[in-house]
């Protein structure tokens, strides 16, 4: 088994897809639209997506700008090999850092968490080149 893709539902498709390519550095590897249900959907990732990387899904239900996230919602994680300059490109490309890297409490492993326009928390994990989830390609 792999995971494919983790679905988020959004309030805005295009200022979603913005962040996730223009703060995060995704690529958007396709979109569809479903005007029967009256839904949208943008699939985007690293370095083509399925089937090397897992995929997020943003889904557009129209005419619905804003969700409850819920208590059970956690955050997505990415591996980065320097979190500390993926905070400062994620800010400088406009980017909402809620917690600098560091350590995390209790352990070494450098981290830091970035929320995106919707809400949504994301975790940069520092890993070493070559280490599994090493892959964000912010600019």
């Known amino acids: 088994m792999r995971i494919l893709h983790t679905m988020l539902r959004v309030g805005n498709l295009q200022r979603a897809i913005d962040f996730y390519t223009q703060v995060l550095g995704m690529q958007l590897l396709r979109t569809s639209e479903n005007p029967e249900y009256k839904y949208s959907l943008a699939f985007l990732g690293f370095d083509g997506g ?10 557009y239900n129209w005419g619905t700008e804003s969700y409850d996230l819920g208590t059970a919602y956690g955050h997505i994680a990415v591996g980065v090999p320097d979190a500390y300059a993926a905070c400062e490109k994620i800010k400088a490309a406009g980017g909402n850092v809620t917690r600098e890297a560091g350590p995390v409490k209790g352990g070494a492993t450098v981290i830091a968490f970035v929320t995106d326009p919707d809400g ?4 940069l994990i520092q890993r070493a080149e070559g ?6 390609r912010v600019f």
């Not at 949504?120 to 975790?123: M, S």
């Not at 280490?131 to 964000?136: E, K, M, N, T, Y």
């Open 50 to 59: 399925n089937p090397a990387q897992a995929e997020i899904e943003l889904t």
């Open 120 to 123: 949504y928390k994301i975790e």
């Open 131 to 136: 280490q599994s989830g090493a892959g964000l």
